[in-house]
């Protein structure tokens, strides 16, 4: 089973993105907010990038109408990375997936459906997680059912 560790930070405001050195690297990002049904600080999505998240997190702030906008609160922004040496953009889109599939944040339509990978990986959470789970391993959210 191949192991990837993501050390979190956070949290983070929308103004927090441009100034703060912690986005120029690549990543995982989940974003918590107000939502009709699940209410106040909720994981609204995660996501992740093979570009400095500044720039992705900047380009979705730049379209013309933001998505969170509709969520009427505050916005809090927790971004994980691996260690420099061990960071891979095929296993950061990994640990995407599996976060997204083993805690279907509120916004995210991707990855959950029809998603696979292609090997048992064992996710492991340190730092600011916030309310993401500490562990997650692909066999017990990736499995075939007959």
Not at 40 to 65: A, F, N, P, V
Not at 100 to 121: G, R
Request: glycine content about 6%.
């Amino acid at each position: 089973m191949k192991k990837i560790e993501l050390y979190w930070k956070g949290p983070y405001s929308i103004e927090d993105v441009e100034e703060n050195e912690a986005f120029e690297d690549i990543g995982v990002y989940q974003i918590y907010g107000s939502h009709p049904v699940y209410g106040s600080d909720s994981l609204l999505y995660i996501g992740h990038t093979k570009q400095k998240l500044k720039k992705r997190l900047c380009d979705e702030m730049k379209c013309e109408y933001p998505w969170w906008l509709r969520t009427g609160g505050e916005i809090r922004i927790y971004i994980g990375k691996m260690e420099k040496e061990k960071s891979d953009e095929k296993l950061i889109e990994v640990a995407e997936k599996l976060l997204i599939v083993s805690h279907m944040p509120a916004t995210n339509a991707s990855n959950i459906k029809n998603s696979t990978l292609d090997d048992d990986y064992h996710l492991m959470n340190f730092g600011y997680y916030n309310r993401l789970l500490p562990e997650v391993t692909s066999p017990r959210w990736f499995y075939d059912v007959e």
